[in-house]
């Protein structure tokens, strides 16, 4: 082995060691990373509309981040508010929440006792069993909540500098990722078949990402007209909560409008139940579903429904919340492979077809 293959062999381990140790000491910034890469790329087309307008990169960015935050600020106003709300009233009134649960007991066992013969004899030890279920586990829930606290109060130093990190990585993401990237491409090999695969990949987190995010936002803010509209308490709360849930694959906005309609119907609002639940159907599920998002998804790449399914859904139970960021970027990334190959492939067959069909002498 001449000396400049041992070279090369000992350079190659040397960046190996150092890369591996660089992850290991930047794994706790790992997942902010993640959702840094993915916030930079939702934001981008924000950034390249203030761009045009303002002309200067800087500004653009803080811009974007600017108006990011005030959302952000606004929304969280809002959920602290609805909070704050509920917890003075629920202090005012000591038994309010037992005298809640008694009468909806209290009126179960009317709505029982007229289909079910006897059931009268049951509805104490129902109310006891239940009474101590009460008892057992709300101790359980606020020593739950008291660790929480604890946990979060003790990771305080770090989740803020997390912050920190992602908002600056967002910053420059904005402003010098698409010259890394080209970069990048310029110094690759193969770097045209490197283009065409990234001519693929665009679409297809378009579809995956933006698509996405942009329904389930759509999704919130119908909700919060519509539930104002309906006169339901602390709309904007609940279109908020509605837009997070709708991000859940098979879950979606079902979860919240359904037990909202029951709760309306179990206190005999009726008109307010029923016009809950044909609002969410129409307006929270159909409509998103089969209007908004294929008139959205129609700038970017056909992607079944199940691969849309799989990369949200499957990530999520293995890797927790950052699946939402590494799924899809997986599966489209992956996508994008296979449909580069079968492009490239039909590329040669068409190149190849004119010497196949060359004129006999």
Not at 206 to 216: A, G, Q
Not at 345 to 355: F, G, L, V
Request: with cysteine; aromatic share 12%.
């Amino acid at each position: 082995m001449d000396s400049c293959r041992k070279f090369k062999l000992i350079a190659s381990a040397t960046i190996i060691c150092v890369a591996l140790a660089v992850l290991y000491v930047t794994k706790a910034f790992i997942v902010t990373i993640l959702w840094s890469f993915l916030v930079a790329y939702l934001l981008y087309p924000l950034y390249a509309y203030l761009l045009r307008i303002t002309k200067n990169k800087q500004v653009s960015a803080l811009l974007t981040l600017f108006m990011v935050f005030a959302i952000f600020l606004i929304c969280l106003i809002v959920v602290l508010d609805a909070l704050t709300t509920e917890v003075a009233a629920l202090m005012g009134s000591h038994y309010a929440p037992q005298d809640a649960i008694n009468n909806f007991l209290i009126y179960a066992s009317g709505v029982v006792g007229r289909y079910v013969p006897d059931a009268s004899l049951y509805t104490e030890e129902v109310s006891k069993a239940f009474e101590d279920f009460a008892k057992r586990i709300i101790p359980d829930i606020l020593s739950l909540a008291a660790g929480m606290l604890t946990e979060i109060a003790t990771k305080t130093m770090i989740y803020i500098m997390q912050f920190l990190v992602a908002i600056l990585l967002v910053y420059y993401l904005l402003i010098d990722g698409k010259n890394t990237l080209n970069t990048v491409t310029y110094l690759l090999p193969e770097r045209e078949l490197v283009l065409k695969f990234l001519d693929e990949l665009k679409p297809i987190y378009h579809s995956l990402f933006n698509v996405y995010l942009i329904t389930c936002l759509l999704i919130g803010a119908i909700a919060a007209i519509g539930f104002f509209l309906l006169g339901i308490s602390y709309p904007l709360l609940w279109g908020i909560i509605i837009a997070i849930v709708a991000l859940l694959p098979l879950i979606g906005a079902n979860m919240v409008y359904t037990p909202m309609a029951l709760y309306y119907l179990v206190i005999q609002e009726y008109t307010t139940g029923v016009a809950v639940l044909v609002f969410g159907v129409i307006f929270l599920t159909v409509i998103p579903d089969n209007i908004i998002r294929p008139r959205l998804a129609k700038q970017g790449a056909s992607i079944h429904p199940v691969i849309t399914i799989l990369s949200f859904a499957a990530p999520l139970f293995v890797l927790g919340a950052v699946g939402i960021v590494v799924g899809p970027a997986l599966y489209g990334f992956l996508l994008a492979v296979y449909r580069t190959n079968i492009r490239y492939e039909e590329e040669k067959a068409k190149e190849a077809a004119p010497e196949d069909r060359e004129p006999m002498s």
